[in-house]
């Protein structure tokens, strides 16, 4: 019995199909490395047919495994390592390891790379050169994804380095384990039983951050604890730098702007006075000792409750600069956040960041980021883009994007957020004429910084796929893929994807991208269309609630975002309402002052319109907004048929967990399109546009509604 299990065993290995063949539950991301077809696996193994590695250490060792990994799950037969060259051979080298490099390396900074096949000693190869041990392990990345989505390795000729330098995921982890806006389970640090116990999940995870070009990860909240500077979490952060940096991945921390106060019993936090620069200092150089390539510290201050600089009549700048100091005789940095809104403050929320911040410009230490969100309000499903991007010349401003989805499906609804990260990047804030783009200010070329930043809120928990959905893990590798290089398409950064996360099958690639395409704009359009904005469950922001009305805090409020009443919608921010508009530059300003100019999709961010005025396709803003609604509950419905006639390609396990989360997708898309409907029609008063069905009940049954369980809200 025994003897015949294991022939069979034999026998099932031997065709290519382990019969124990680990379920595709997600885990492996985007570098499953799926057997290849017959014909697809002779070519990989032609082009690899040894590993030659000029240089050891760590991230060698890094770069050589996953090669070794990649390959030979594709093929059924990793390559050895070989002192050599030999015919097909992938040959990883730097210009100290080898003398003679047949490429150029000057030009790919400490993280770029170059991959070409070259002929050596009558021998092709495949050449991955790089200026130092991380780009080389970039670069194996990058030729393991050519590999994975069933690109030529012929005849290649790549250089590649990134635009940004800090390309940085932001978590908002709690240290009792609770993730803020997390969707997809506990925080993957296990900081109670950190240092000891370092479990394989965080290597995976710099491996998969390291494979689309991520190099920091702030490991905290920015409702930052103290407790994290205390010894014992310091030396916890420390284990987990070590297990990231031969991925070229560094560590920083959120900090707590009275830390100096609740730790050591500091009479005040003022930045100005010595006793508080000596602690920070002090705090710095202890990090240090522990984590010497420790990037530096993220901050909120003065933001929502967070206490900061301005309790002390001091200004961002000289908050910042006291904290910068610190780190950097370590050359550290700091990010300063510029979400900032004061409960006295009477203003636009949307103003206030802006009228904070522009002020400072010029002020801040050298070695100070300002980290800004890519909308004024809060990671809504549209905002336009930040007006201090292109306003602050002097100052270095980095990127906060969200890829948890707060704000758009939290874990189960599919919309791909590679089209909101291009069309923020791609946004032209006109600062320094026409292609001034928030890609350029950011990058660093508009203005001639080399400070350089982006970050994402991570969608990351201990879920076995991550993300809280196989569709999220897109979302993280979009931001990593944009943070490295801006000029790519969320379009083919969807197709790189959809062939490592599925198959390189284009009856696979293509119906899926084509879903991930216009997903956002579908979540836009049953949740917020035309502009309209922050009109969800208070708390947990799950779900539609725009009749919210009794917050403490006005702009808590949704009835505070789109001013609906019995003559129109929208939020007048031109000059007979905020003025917000005022914050861009003249030509946007300009085109934003006139409802006909400004682009549709902004349209009630920036005008409060009377119900029947028209819309460019001729229909009243009201019939307008009914059929925005509809057009998004279908394409969500179209998703639906699309992920059907996918099934005899996907494996059962994701398979189903899609199917699932389209039905809970498309259920809760009608939910927004009939609660929006129900209310803004007790305002607007009108019939609903012929062919539209009334809403399943009444407004009050949708008011009813509560969600005191509903997650990622602390
Ligand atoms: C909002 C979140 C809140 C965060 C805050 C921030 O609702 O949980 O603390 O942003 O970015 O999006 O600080």
Redesign the pocket.
Known sequence: MIARLFCWIVAMVAVGLTPMARAEDGYDLWLRYARADPSRSAALSAHATAIVATGAGPTWAAATGELQRGIGGMTGAPPALSETIQQGALWLATPASTPALPVRTDGLGSEGYAIRSTMVDGKAVTLIAANGDVGVLHGVYHWLRLAQSGASLDALDIRSAPKIGLRLLNH?DNLNGTV??GYAGQSIWDWWRLPDWKGPRYTDYARANASIGINGTVLN???AKADSLTAPYIAKAAALADIFRPYGIKVYLSVKWTAPMELDGLKTADPLDPAVAAWWKAKADEIYKAIPDFGGFLI?AN??G?PGPQDYNRTHANGANMLAAAVKPHGGIVMW?A?VYAHDNPDDRAKQAYSDFKPLDGQFADNVIVQV?NGAI??QPREPFHPLFGAMPRTPLMM?F?ITK??LGQSTHLTYLGPLFEEVLRSDTFAKGKGSTVARVIDGSLEGHTLTGIAG?ANIGVDRDWSGSIFNQADWYAFGRLAWDTSLSAQAIAQEWAAQTFSPDPRVVQPIVAMMMGSREAAVDYMTPLGLAHVMGTGH?YGPAPWIADLARPEWNPVYYHKANVQGIGFDRTGTGSNAIAQYAPPVARRLADPKTTPERDLLWFHHLPWDYRLRSGETLWDGLVHHYERGVAYVADMQKTWEGLRPYVDAERFAETEAFLTIQHREALWWRDASIAYFQSMSKRPLPAGSAAPAHDLDWYKAQSFPYAPG??
Do not use: A
């Open positions: 908002w803020e806006r909240n920015v409702n909120k933001s929502e967070q956040r979400f969100k809060d990671f906060e969200q707060e704000y809120v922001h809200h602390n």
